[in-house]
């Protein structure tokens, strides 16, 4: 099974009413290509619940509709990786063509990454949002915030790089998290979790990770116009991140 992280968006409980909680369900094949297992998970519908600041917050799992995003996700990001053949993306476009057009309003409440963090997940959260965890899997990290407190992060993000004049396929992956993130009220809590990808490092890594407070301090340096800090704050949270997502070209 790839290791992933999760980007999740959860809904205040009230406004999903009734809807079956996700407790750990047992694993079901959904989707495989190459012999290896591109997503294993239950796919019943239902949700992850949390508690945060004293009020229930539900993430709706959508798991046929993120499988079939992630794995196009996954062909477009890395062309080249011999995991998912040609058939396999022809197949799983076919299928969510299907699927959208049964169900036009359906959305995926969960981002999805292999093998690492993307670094722009990292600007909606600050450095006292942070949480180290364990779990059955081992040691891990997750931060949360409300969206209303978070999204306004992202924009302004993509202000700074848009007027520091970086490259456009730079800019649009960070636009299109803040229109990913436009979609759900600021009432959402918004969730960053390592998950499984944790693992790849060791229980002190983890503890002195400080990867969003480096993506922050990158950005005001940027707004400032200070591209040498930048650089330097920047070069310190890749340089820590480089070895898993290198796992991505290797399978």
Request: glycine residues 6%; contains cysteine; hydrophobic residues 40%.
């Amino acid at each position: 099974m790839i290791r992933s992280s999760y980007l999740r968006v959860y809904l205040p409980a009230s406004r999903l009413g009734r809807y079956p909680v996700h407790e750990g369900l047992p694993s079901r094949l959904v989707f495989e290509a190459n012999q290896h297992v591109v997503w294993g998970e239950s796919a019943t519908d239902d949700a992850f619940r949390v508690e945060h600041e004293g009020r229930a917050y539900l993430c709706p799992r959508s798991a046929r509709l993120r499988m079939l995003e992630g794995v196009l996700a996954f062909a477009n990001a890395y062309p080249m990786s011999a995991l998912l053949p040609e058939r396999t993306v022809g197949r799983a476009a076919s299928q969510l063509e299907e699927l959208r057009s049964a169900s036009p309003a359906a959305r995926s409440y969960i981002l999805t990454s292999p093998w690492h963090v993307p670094l722009r997940w990292f600007l909606p959260f600050v450095t006292d949002q942070r949480v180290v965890y364990e779990s059955a899997a081992g040691t891990s990290i997750r931060y949360r915030t409300l969206l209303g407190r978070g999204r306004p992060r992202v924009h302004r993000a993509t202000d700074v790089l848009d007027e520091a004049g970086f490259d456009d396929s730079v800019v649009d992956q960070v636009r299109d998290l803040g229109h990913w993130l436009d979609e759900f009220t600021s009432e959402a809590l918004l969730e960053l979790d390592y998950a499984g990808v944790g693992s790849l490092f060791a229980p002190g890594e983890l503890a002195i990770d400080e990867s969003a407070a480096d993506v922050a301090a990158s950005i005001e340096a940027l707004r400032q116009g200070d591209y040498d800090e930048a650089g330097h704050q920047y070069a310190k949270v890749a340089s820590r991140w480089a070895n898993a997502q290198a796992l991505t070209f290797s399978n």
